[in-house]
């Protein structure tokens, strides 16, 4: 019999902001976690608790990580061992992975890149979860699907991220309308379109007479959320000042209007979303740190649309559903070459794009069938390729092939069945054509 695993963490972090963080979310994992806050305490708890793994910081307030390490290594025996380091001191954890340690995470990083790490160990294999339908039948929208009805029974702050127009604000939506809160406000912040002078009174309201032309008490989109979701749109664009305010917000989960002496509490869930590399951006100190480990308790990544090719088909069905409607007009169909035209696009605008364009192709074409040529106007129609029957046999069967994996979320079987043909034919068929699975 296999060895049940053993799912708990030693964590040795001097840092509050990025303890709390890792530990909040590993406990949402259910993993159990021991915060060692300094290199003795550390210590203590390896010698009285017996972790699965264990993650270290290098700088810690009563010595360094390493001398720590380097000393108990050789006692740790077969637990894995994650060093985790100051940006540009990775030099420091490649001594270490040389005495013995398994890896390093180097700061600053979110809490899913440790449960990463953690996955990555064999035995912290997490059970196989049940296949489900999700949104669109494909595994990292069922993965979105399934995270985001997660997390929508708790509290803790999300970050999204994705490309611009993949759909966050629809994701963040989801995550309010999932959960307790579906009665209380969404309020939507663009935290790149207010201008900076302004994004405070905005963010927090302010009190009649608090600066010249404020006639009225204000009240600011915190106070407006009241008991349901706060989301912060391109966070990565907010202004290193209010970066400081919404820290103190987050962290003490009170603000005063401007000019207000009363401090108010902040009721609702933060959920913030940025299409730009925040980890860069505080790598190179334009965002503030120990935000980013507030706003990042849990990443939730929403893949482009172009790894998505099951949720284009679903979701042009959805507007070209949506703008017949809107229209008052029947319902129109895609012709073949105006799928496959969709599948071949690679949207870099992601479901925006995808809208924006059903949308003008409805406008500009009252037909009953909607052509490629309606939905990329002005595109030139490629050459005809020379091809020998074979070869043009085999590009129409790979065509066809690929587009009904699509249309079965990749499930050999149902595909197989599909096709007339078995499973086996359909795997030699597919390795032939070169299609992977
Ligand atoms: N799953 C979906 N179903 C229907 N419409 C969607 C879906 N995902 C995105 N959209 C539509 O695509 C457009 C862009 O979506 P959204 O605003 O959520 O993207 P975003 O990632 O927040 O974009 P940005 O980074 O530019 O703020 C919206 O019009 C939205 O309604």
Redesign the pocket.
């Known amino acids: 019999m296999s060895p049940t695993p053993n799912r708990s963490v030693l964590l040795i972090e001097d840092d509050p902001v990025l303890g709390e963080s890792l530990v909040q979310r590993l406990n949402l994992e259910g993993i159990r976690t021991w915060w060692g806050r300094s290199a003795a305490e550390g210590e203590r708890l390896l010698r009285t608790q017996k972790p699965g793994l264990i993650v270290c910081d290098m700088r810690l307030p009563d010595g360094s990580g390493e001398e720590l390490l380097t000393r108990l290594l050789p006692e740790v025996g077969g637990t894995p061992v994650v060093v985790v380091t100051a940006f540009g001191e990775v030099d420091q954890a490649v001594r270490l992975i040389r005495a013995g340690a398994d890896d390093y995470i180097e700061k600053p990083f979110p809490p899913q890149v440790l449960l990463d790490k953690l996955r990555a160990f064999a035995e912290w294999s997490p059970p196989a979860e049940p296949q489900r339908e999700g949104?669109s039948g494909q595994p990292n929208m069922q993965k979105l699907e399934r995270d985001l009805e997660r997390l929508a029974r708790v509290d803790t702050n999300v970050l999204i991220t994705?490309?611009?127009?993949?759909?966050?604000?629809?994701?963040a939506r989801r995550l309010h309308e999932l959960g307790d809160r579906a009665e209380a406000p969404f309020v939507a912040v663009n935290c790149a379109a207010i201008p900076a002078e302004l994004l405070e009174s905005e963010m927090f309201g302010h009190e009649r007479g608090a600066f010249t032309g404020a006639a009225q008490r204000h009240e600011g989109f915190a106070e407006r959320a009241r008991g349901g979701t706060l989301f912060l749109?391109?966070i990565g664009e907010m202004a290193a000042p209010l970066q400081a305010k919404l820290l103190r917000l987050i962290q003490e989960r009170r603000f005063n209007r401007v000019g207000g002496r009363e401090a108010l509490p902040l009721k609702a869930r933060i959920v913030a979303?940025t299409?730009l590399d925040l980890e860069a951006r505080v790598a190179e100190g334009s965002f503030r740190e120990d935000l980013y480990y507030r706003l990042a308790v849990v990443t939730l990544h929403?893949p482009p649309l172009r790894e998505r090719p099951a949720?284009v088909e679903r979701?042009a069905q959805?507007f070209l559903a949506h703008f017949a409607s809107a229209f008052r007009r029947p319902l129109p169909t895609l012709s073949r070459a105006a799928q496959d035209a969709l599948l071949a696009h690679k949207w870099p605008g992601?479901?925006?794009e995808l809208?924006n364009r059903v949308e003008r192709a409805m406008v500009l074409s009252d037909a009953a069938v909607i052509e490629a040529s309606d939905l990329f106007p002005g595109r030139q129609e490629a050459p005809t390729p020379v091809l020998s029957l074979a070869d043009a046999r085999d590009a129409a069967e790979r065509d066809h092939i690929r587009r009904m994996l699509v249309r079965f979320g990749g499930r050999i079987a149902e595909t197989a069945q599909a096709l007339g043909v078995s499973r086996t034919t359909l795997w030699e068929r597919m390795k032939r054509l070169g299609i992977e699975a």
């Open positions: 949104s994705g490309e611009s127009g993949v759909g966050k604000e629809v994701a749109d391109e979303a299409n929403v949720d979701l959805s992601n479901v925006r809208k």
